[in-house]
């Protein structure tokens, strides 16, 4: 459901959100710290900036910052900047939904449940709980292990 580019772009940005203080930090900085490909990482900033969820700072100093708040920044938005709009457009749109086939219809009710879920989740949410509680030990991966986690 979700790519590589988006998970890596939402490592990105609670990485950002967790230690950026609002410093520019370059991309090949980031790919580092997460352990991702700098060529790779690259492209994922251009689509997060393309999007206008980061702002490139050009320069010697240069880096990318978040451009908005966590709290304004939603999955939804960050899904479609590295994916494109999310369609449901397995069958063609009459406009009334109730007169396509069932298939149709399942489509339309899953589509718009993932909008939602992506709509109601913002950065803000995820720089909450970055990481899984230690009761779980190492056995569990999770996709957001590669962001280190802040020293107090």
């Given at each position: 459901?979700?790519?590589?580019?988006s998970?890596?772009a939402m490592?990105v940005?609670?990485y950002?959100?967790?230690h950026?203080h609002?410093?520019?930090?370059s991309?090949?900085?980031?790919?580092?710290?997460?352990?991702?490909?700098?060529?790779y990482?690259?492209?994922v900033?251009?689509?997060?900036?393309?999007?206008?969820?980061?702002?490139a700072?050009r320069g010697?100093?240069?880096?990318?910052?978040?451009e908005?708040s966590p709290?304004?920044?939603t999955?939804?938005?960050?899904?479609?900047?590295?994916q494109?709009r999310?369609l449901?457009?397995f069958?063609?749109?009459?406009?009334?939904l109730?007169?396509?086939?069932?298939?149709?219809q399942a489509a339309a009710?899953?589509h718009?449940?993932i909008?939602?879920?992506?709509?109601h989740?913002t950065?803000?949410?995820?720089l909450?709980?970055?990481?899984?509680s230690k009761s779980?030990?190492k056995n569990?991966?999770c996709?957001m292990?590669?962001?280190?986690?802040?020293?107090?």
């Amino acid at each position: 459901m979700l790519t590589k580019t988006s998970l890596s772009a939402m490592r990105v940005l609670t990485y950002l959100g967790l230690h950026g203080h609002g410093e520019p930090l370059s991309p090949r900085y980031l790919a580092e710290q997460l352990g991702e490909s700098p060529t790779y990482l690259a492209k994922v900033v251009r689509h997060l900036v393309k999007a206008r969820i980061l702002r490139a700072h050009r320069g010697v100093m240069g880096g990318v910052v978040l451009e908005q708040s966590p709290e304004a920044i939603t999955l939804l938005a960050v899904v479609e900047a590295c994916q494109g709009r999310i369609l449901a457009d397995f069958c063609e749109d009459t406009g009334r939904l109730s007169q396509t086939c069932a298939f149709h219809q399942a489509a339309a009710e899953l589509h718009d449940a993932i909008v939602s879920v992506l709509s109601h989740w913002t950065l803000a949410d995820l720089l909450k709980k970055p990481h899984p509680s230690k009761s779980l030990g190492k056995n569990m991966k999770c996709c957001m292990d590669a962001i280190p986690p802040v020293r107090p």
